[in-house]
């Protein structure tokens, strides 16, 4: 597994782990079920029970209680046993990871849970602070490496050939600059004069030519967000900014859950844009994106990327020191050295 | 391949072989093909052309001779090569493993053909005895190793978490004894003065208490007698009594196929109570132990069973008995002591 | 992977390269992206972009030049990068491999380039003076190996088991004799006085007495020419006569492309009987040939052929010469004698 396990992944929308309904994802080569206790928050458990390897998902959630539909052991959110229909409760129970709900995401830390610290995750506030008509959330899984998801979005150069008829393309005589942090990754596209096209035309049509800018702000393992707006000419003001969330996490290997959030900053009223942007986004993500980045995972097969000996352009500044940023945290779990690894 | 090799296992019902139609079936990782020879007597040759490797079981049945599909040899019963549509019949055959038809069923014998008699077989002639009216015979393919099914019968704790709706659950007050014999295992469940439930309810809804009896007899590999009846409290006449016969021979490690007869011992003419069985058990195993169990195959993956490290419970008393038996012959074979295996 | 690579493969038919359209297509062992260039030629590309490994086949073609759907970086005919819509263009390419269009069929060398030599395709010229009219084409992708494809038509016995009821069986009395040639292997059928059946019958039922004659001649590594025909017993000339070529590819050790184009060679304008002999094709390719053919595979598993020890009847003397020859050929290319191999 080429991935680090000392993070927080996020794991699911908060909306997705209902009352009395376990949910079950594997995180990181995890499987996990996903739950709510008795006080509401939400437990991450190994899923599989300690006596015969059901998965604990397949049973029920009553009054914050998970019992395996096999038998009956029942689990708290601690991975405690607290009941054996049949018999003396046993001391063993099923692991349980520092699971927090925050930003309207679950995250999950599969790693060692001394380190877990819900202050390492990433500041999501914008997603709190925007009204539910001016964003939507969506969840793609798909069939490729988590890190092939977010050189997607490091490079949006691809904009160019796969979203021209969706979202539009990165305009002619753009700029782009990559900045290594010691935290992260940031890629700004810059274009001045150009005409508005694919997302920036949904939102500002009556505009012949506008200032355009994206920002793209990368955190490990994949985490980003997308900032893309259009300013008049000249101007300071941005007339139209959407914000994005792109979140993905390892399944394993090859597959990945892909959890996104976008959100309008400017011009919230208008729920037509909002609608416009779902839109051209689903169109993207699902019909273009998605077959595309598999097709390019089938390729690969299990080869180790660098191994592969990629061609490096210009474009893949950003993408390029966002992974051998997050190889250096790898291979410092690898070597022990949990403290680098679990720095954000 | 962890399971014996000397021993008989079930590989259809008898019914399944009918003439002209070759069956193709694979028993303890040996694909076979089951057909009628010229006597009736049901043959089992191995299901691969001597010649280029193509599968009898495409070919045809004609007069208790099966030929290949592919270029014509034939062979009778016994896997001898009898004719060569284009030339000398040629010396090679295919392998013929012993077989025997006894209790409605096809027995196979899967190793060394020295070893195999038919008194091994175990006894079954409640099956034969039983009027058609009285009983039904199932067949049920399932995703999980062949154990995993016996433990299912072995511990009858888990209809109260699967079976509720269906069979219904193990009273409250319940008692379980395991016993080892040399041959097997022997489980029974009985309490007193309950509510009947499930197949109970079925039987006699009539009744508001009675004293429950549940009887499991497992012989290796995994064919087990399951006997579950209602007295009046106090009494020793069984009012109602079900005779199940539950057998399971592995295909491969991680994929079994499933035989089961369910009989009626007492009130043989009220075919409604076996349509009413007939069909809980039905849903009992197709709905709820099916899914399960395959779940749990999928989570322990191709591990093995002790490797894992399962959280032991009074409840697994029977069926930790029968595992233990089974690795005691499967590392006797290996062992190479091909006596100790033979021996039932 | 045993097969050789420095031979000629069928990888299409030239009407399945149209305009505009790349055509995916993996060629023992290769992946390939296929299109046509700048001059209407084919090109056979490695269907990796270097850049990031994204298949080129799910680009587009414009002007004979193919562009990467992922990031815009478009390859000429060559494998040259000739344009990176974001920046120089960079100096990596990709593999193109030698390709012929020839005899209405696309051949592709998947070795070592040097050694191409489209002199060493083989001679098909009766596909492009056989009209329309008295001819069709197909392709038939298949889960075996080549090899299996090649020997089911050097050995035409198991006609007599599979083909009966559509192309017609070989007939009682027929004599094969198999010959080896430097460059190949012939095998002859011939039976005299027998009635019409299958094609043969298709063709000319008038007649209640035949000579017939069948004439397989195969070269490496997987090419056949098969003559089929009839003429009044005891004269010369032939009043009924039919030429298929089978062409099998490897894609994978057990997978396959079957490409195949049969041609009337009397009776041109009689259209019924192209017609009747086309229906009677596919119904023997399609449900008589492929299932049988890939049942043997799934029993073979990837077991090396002669590890399993075929029984060596005296109809195989063709296809076990064939087998040898390619042994040779493929043993002398992993011996790194490269002119044993090219030679065909």
Redo the contacts between chains.
């Keep these: 597994m080429n991935f680090p396990m000392n993070i927080w992944y996020q794991a699911a929308w908060a909306e997705e782990i209902v009352n009395d309904k376990p949910l079950a994802r594997t995180i990181a080569g995890v499987?996990l079920v996903l739950f709510r206790d008795e006080n509401g928050n939400v437990a991450a458990l190994h899923?599989?029970c300690?006596?015969?390897?059901?998965?604990l998902s397949?049973?029920k959630v009553e009054d914050g209680i998970i019992?395996?539909?096999?038998?009956?052991l029942a689990f708290n959110g601690s991975g405690k046993c607290i009941n054996?229909?049949?018999?003396?409760t046993?001391k063993?129970g099923t692991r349980a990871f520092p699971v927090a709900e925050r930003h309207e995401a679950i995250w999950v830390w599969p790693g060692n849970a001394e380190l877990a610290d819900p202050a390492k995750i990433r500041d999501l506030s914008f997603l709190d602070n925007t009204p539910e008509t001016a964003k939507f959330r969506g969840y793609m899984p798909t069939k490729a490496n988590f890190q092939l998801l977010s050189?997607n979005i490091l490079?949006l150069?691809?904009a160019?050939?796969?979203h021209l008829e969706s979202l539009g393309g990165?305009q002619p005589g753009f700029k782009m600059e990559a900045r290594e942090l010691d935290e992260g990754v940031e890629v700004t596209w810059t274009a001045k004069n150009v005409e508005p096209n694919g997302l920036t035309r949904a939102a500002m049509s009556e505009y012949s030519l506008v200032d355009q800018y994206l920002h793209c702000s990368w955190r490990p393992a994949g985490l980003l967000i997308l900032d893309g707006g259009a300013k008049m000419p000249g101007s300071d003001e941005f007339l139209e900014m959407t914000r994005a969330f792109h979140s993905m996490t390892p399944e394993t290997d090859t597959t990945s859950h892909y959890f996104f959030a976008v959100t309008r900053i400017t011009d919230l009223e208008n729920t037509d844009v909002t609608e416009a942007v779902k839109k051209l986004t689903y169109q993207a993500f699902y019909n273009e994106d998605k077959?595309?980045i598999e097709?390019?995972q089938?390729?690969?097969g299990t080869a180790e990327f660098w191994s592969?000996r990629?061609?490096l352009?210009?474009?893949?500044n950003g993408a390029v020191r966002a992974r051998r940023k997050l190889d250096k945290i790898v291979a410092a779990e690898h070597a022990g050295d949990l403290t680098a690894a679990a720095a954000e």
């Design positions: 499987p899923d599989v300690p006596h015969r390897f059901a998965p397949r049973g019992s395996c539909g096999y038998h009956g054996n229909l049949h018999g003396p046993p063993v050189d490079d150069s691809h160019n050939s796969l990165i077959p595309m097709a390019q089938e390729r690969m592969l990629p061609a352009l210009a474009i893949d």
